[in-house]
């Protein structure tokens, strides 16, 4: 298996411009969960799908963000209009069922908006 | 809430020395603790998973303990080497399906 497979690798964007984020779980892993890491708040959750339904957008920062899995292989996050300080390090995760295997992660999308 | 506090946040060893790095948590109904780790610019690589009935687990030099009634896990590592240089994360699984993560300890090990 690939494992979690996310793109871009980096993004860099403007001030009011959309950007997108995508990720592709492991095929068979029904949890997939959007974290977001910054230097000064660490890891956050920003929200997660089961089965892909979306069960927990608490931690959505604002209504700029918007997430979607449209099938069990394939997930976007999508930032409308971006901010510098949505810059960060966006990622994706998924498990299997239980969590007796934990999270596996994906690399990341560097995103800057300048 | 959960709280996830990791320490001490950077530790500078030699070469060859065993460490323990700390994890506590508030809240001591968890799931299972799982511990990450994360090279400079990258994602985060599994290192360990304890389950909530379990007290430790061992991977070649890494061991993982887990004492839920004192809310507190660690991670020891024996005969550090310049490689195990990077930032170690816990994240701790309370059953509502998501980890909740803590700051992480920033290790650097001296050639």
């Known amino acids: 298996d690939a494992g979690v497979i996310q793109s871009p690798r980096h993004e860099v964007t403007e001030m009011g411009q959309e ?3 995508r990720c592709k779980p492991i095929s068979g ?12 708040r660490g890891l956050e959750l920003l929200i997660y799908f089961n089965n892909n339904v ?15 899995m449209p099938n069990a292989s394939f997930s976007t996050l999508k930032i409308q209009p971006s901010e510098p300080r949505d810059s960060a390090v966006y990622f994706c995760a998924s498990s299997p069922t239980g969590f007796d295997y934990g999270y596996t992660f994906g690399s990341g999308t560097r995103l800057t908006v300048v | 809430k959960q709280e996830v506090t990791q320490i001490p946040a950077a530790l500078s060893v030699p070469e060859g020395e065993n460490l323990v790095l ?3 948590f508030t809240d001591s109904a968890i799931y299972n603790l799982q511990w990450f780790r994360q090279d400079p610019g990258k994602g985060l ?8 009935s379990q007290r430790e687990q061992t991977s070649g030099r890494l ?29 701790v699984h309370s059953g509502t399906y998501k980890y909740i993560f ?4 920033r290790l650097k090990v001296l050639a």
């Not at chain 1, 892993?29 to 000064?40: A, I, V």
């Not at chain 2, 803590?102 to 300890?105: A, Q, V």
């Open chain 1, 19 to 21: 950007v997108t984020l």
């Open chain 1, 29 to 40: 892993h029904d949890y997939l969960f959007w974290y977001r890491q910054t230097m000064m």
């Open chain 1, 54 to 68: 979306p069960i927990d957008d608490s931690g959505m920062p604002e209504d700029r963000f918007s997430a979607k």
């Open chain 2, 22 to 24: 700390n994890c506590s």
């Open chain 2, 45 to 52: 690589t599994s290192l360990l998973l304890i389950q909530s």
């Open chain 2, 63 to 91: 061991n993982a303990s887990l004492d839920k009634s004192s809310g507190r896990s660690t991670l020891y590592i024996a005969a550090s080497q310049p490689g195990d240089s990077a930032t170690y994360l816990c994240a």
């Open chain 2, 102 to 105: 803590g700051t992480g300890t």
